[in-house]
């Protein structure tokens, strides 16, 4: 598939040029170029194994680039350590939630707290209390007894505690009902509002074109078409192979 056509995107926030990562001897990421803009949603759809939360890992620090470039802020951080790229602005939430399980709620948020971002810890931590009024009834419960939904909630929060200018999501609606899915994609609008960028993973492909200002598609490693979200989303193409069934 072609890519579709991509408009002028000048000063990206972040900037990942030609990028090639994965495990060891085994290669997931094979030559990844893509930007995001400040104040955007930008949202990587894909199926299993395209290498989606890889991608995320090697942003953040996780996993090792060997090939490539990634600039955030105009600054090159490849080669930095997680902590590095974390006090620059640049938040990340994992799949599958990863709370610390044994410390309360309130414990879990302080956790993400980063000196020297501009911002207090109690004031970050009203920010999310704000955001997330569950958490704030459950700051002294143990982080193991709250439901998915709340879990979910609680590892958002923490990345938030970050200050973060540039959040990485990755897969926040896994394992979610319909009701709760649709809570997360509001927080997800609500921060954009508020100007923190997103970079999310996602396989409800339908919310995520909703929300999303632009879209890259992964498959085998490799970005298989992209564009703005609207465009993508009336592509026959991009329907048939990403949102089957659709009317």
Same mark, same amino acid.
């Given at each position: 598939?072609?890519?579709?056509?991509?408009?002028?995107?000048?000063? #990206?926030?972040?900037?990942?040029?030609?990028?090639?990562?994965?495990?060891? #001897?085994?290669?997931?990421?094979?030559?990844?170029?893509? @930007?995001?803009?400040?104040?955007?949603?930008?949202?990587?759809?894909?199926?299993?194994?395209?290498?989606?939360?890889?991608?995320?890992?090697?942003?953040?620090?996780?996993?090792? =680039?060997?090939?490539?470039?990634?600039?955030?802020?105009?600054?090159?951080?490849?080669?930095?350590?997680?902590?590095?790229?974390?006090?620059?602005?640049?938040?990340?939430?994992?799949?599958?939630?990863?709370?610390?399980?044994?410390?309360?709620?309130?414990?879990? =948020?302080?956790?993400?707290?980063? #000196?020297?971002?501009?911002?207090?810890?109690? @004031?970050?931590?009203?920010?999310?209390?704000?955001?997330?009024?569950?958490?704030?009834?459950?700051?002294?419960?143990?982080?193991?007894? =709250?439901?998915?939904?709340?879990?979910?909630?609680?590892?958002?929060?923490?990345?938030?505690?970050?200050?973060?200018?540039?959040?990485?999501? @990755?897969? #926040?609606?896994?394992?979610?009902?319909?009701?709760?899915?649709?809570?997360?994609?509001?927080?997800?609008?609500?921060?954009?509002?508020?100007?923190?960028?997103?970079?999310?993973?996602?396989?409800?492909? @339908?919310?995520?074109?909703?929300?999303?200002?632009?879209?890259?598609?992964?498959?085998?490693?490799?970005?298989?078409?992209?564009?703005?979200?609207?465009?993508?989303?009336?592509?026959?193409?991009?329907?048939?192979?990403?949102?089957?069934?659709?009317?």
């Amino acid at each position: 598939m072609d890519n579709l056509a991509q408009s002028a995107r000048s000063k #990206p926030l972040l900037a990942i040029d030609g990028i090639e990562s994965g495990y060891g #001897p085994i290669k997931i990421l094979h030559g990844i170029t893509l @930007d995001i803009l400040a104040g955007e949603v930008v949202c990587i759809i894909g199926p299993n194994g395209a290498g989606k939360t890889t991608l995320l890992r090697t942003v953040s620090g996780l996993c090792r =680039l060997t090939q490539g470039d990634i600039r955030f802020k105009g600054e090159t951080i490849s080669g930095l350590k997680p902590h590095q790229i974390a006090s620059r602005g640049l938040g990340h939430c994992p799949e599958g939630r990863r709370i610390f399980q044994q410390l309360t709620v309130e414990e879990n =948020l302080k956790a993400g707290f980063l #000196p020297g971002r501009g911002k207090r810890q109690n @004031d970050l931590l009203e920010e999310v209390y704000a955001l997330f009024p569950i958490l704030r009834e459950r700051r002294g419960q143990g982080a193991s007894r =709250l439901s998915g939904g709340q879990q979910q909630m609680l590892a958002i929060g923490r990345a938030l505690m970050g200050a973060p200018e540039l959040l990485l999501l @990755d897969e #926040p609606s896994l394992g979610l009902a319909p009701i709760l899915i649709n809570q997360i994609f509001e927080i997800i609008i609500q921060l954009a509002e508020r100007g923190v960028s997103i970079l999310l993973v996602e396989q409800n492909v @339908d919310l995520s074109l909703e929300i999303a200002d632009y879209v890259y598609a992964l498959e085998h490693g490799q970005v298989r078409c992209s564009g703005p979200a609207a465009k993508l989303r009336s592509d026959p193409r991009v329907r048939d192979i990403y949102l089957p069934g659709a009317a």
